[in-house]
């Protein structure tokens, strides 16, 4: 215990070693610069410009909105009448039989039920 005071009350001295004194830059360049990795290598005029542009799962542009032709612009009657294509199930339960969910037996769920102990008892 005492050890342990002893080790509490000692000076402590970092494991990083920083070279000179702390330094702020006396100017730092803010201007804006393209990304090495942008894909068109210019700026964007303005984010108004870029905002117009922009797609995030969507168009981002308000115009779309006010128009109707957003999300949610239109009833859901209005798309038209939704079916699916031939070969293709919407549910589980339209699928054809042999693709159906199995029926347990009475060892596997009491296997189940008993985490598994059931099988070796």
Known sequence: MRATFALRNAARTPLIRFLGKRSVPKSV???????????????????AAYRAKAQQHGPLGR???T????IGGQPGSALGPVQPASGEFFDRTELPARFGRLSWSQA?????????????A
């Not at 360049?29 to 984010?47: G, I, Q």
């Not at 128009?67 to 957003?70: A, E, P, R, S, V």
């Open 29 to 47: 360049d803010h201007t804006p610069r393209v990304h090495p990795a942008s894909p068109t290598k210019a700026l964007p005029d303005s984010f």
């Open 63 to 65: 115009a779309s909105f």
């Open 67 to 70: 128009t109707g032709g957003g």
């Open 108 to 120: 596997e769920i009491e296997a189940v039920e008993s985490g598994g102990a059931s099988m070796y």
